[in-house]
T-cell receptor, first 114, second 114 residues
Framework: DTAVSQTPKYLVTQMGNDKSIKCEQN?????MYWYKQDSKKFLKIMFS???????INETVPNRFSPKSPDKAHLNLHINSLELGDSAVYFC?????????????FGPGTRLTVT | AQSVTQPDIHITVSEGASLELRCNYS??????LFWYVQSPGQGLQLLLK??????LVQGIKGFEAEFKRSQSSFNLRKPSVHWSDAAEYFC????????????FGTGTRLQVTL
């Protein structure tokens, strides 16, 4: 049973397109996250949702929009893709949003923008 | 704001040798500390965490880490490395009272020679 799953695993697309990445967790956690890992492996948080409410929104271009239809799902939609968006995007989840708990990561989605 | 430094970008050890990966953090009080491992093409897996109490914490796969407040360090150790330990290792810090935001170090790539 996969705890945190993401689809697709690989995504290759052209500049200017719009794409979505989906994330689901079956751990019963309240909080979900999106991270971006660049080509140098640097991992940086983008967004966090707690019970469908946005609680962390780092300095991310408006082209990135997270959507949480329920607390088990957190999707990431990206408009007008740019070359610099190429990265690995990780979804994660944790028990609660207002205190620190260990985060469980999905396998990642490798996005390549050509 | 808190920060994490992993001074070693790349470390090579022989199988069976001991291992120590360094992690230093910057924060005014005691943060929550984590070590994650990322195998090639995989997501991040939690190895161990420190919240409070005993400063020597045990994790999975035979890893341990020691929190040293005086040195602002949380180094990861393993007495005998196995070839399967080759991966990228990330140290992360969380600040109590914030909304589950983790700040990651830049990672240390471990190579194991046979």
């Amino acid at each position: 049973d996969t705890a945190v799953s993401q689809t697709p695993k690989y995504l290759v697309t052209q500049m200017g397109n719009d794409k979505s990445i989906k994330c689901e967790q079956n751990l019963g956690h309240d909080t979900m996250y999106w991270y971006k890992q660049d080509s140098k492996k640097f991992l940086k948080i983008m967004f966090s949702y707690n019970n469908k409410e946005l609680i962390i929104n780092e300095t991310v271009p408006n082209r990135f929009s997270p959507k949480s239809p329920d607390k088990a799902h957190l999707n990431l939609h990206i408009n007008s893709l740019e070359l610099g968006d190429s990265a690995v995007y990780f979804c994660a989840s944790s028990q609660a949003g207002t205190s620190i708990h260990e985060q469980y990561f999905g396998p990642g989605t490798r996005l390549t923008v050509t | 704001a808190q920060s994490v430094t992993q001074p070693d970008i790349h470390i090579t050890v022989s199988e069976g040798a001991s291992l120590e990966l360094r992690c230093n953090y910057s924060y005014g009080a005691t943060p929550y500390l984590f070590w994650y491992v990322q195998s090639p093409g995989q997501g991040l897996q939690l190895l161990l965490k420190y919240f409070s109490g005993d400063t020597l914490v045990q994790g999975i796969k035979g890893f341990e880490a020691e929190f040293k407040r005086s040195q602002s360090s949380f180094n990861l150790r393993k007495p005998s490395v196995h070839w399967s330990d080759a991966a990228e290792y990330f140290c992360a810090v969380g600040v109590p009272g914030t909304a589950s935001k983790l700040t990651f170090g830049t990672g240390t790539r471990l190579q194991v020679t046979l």
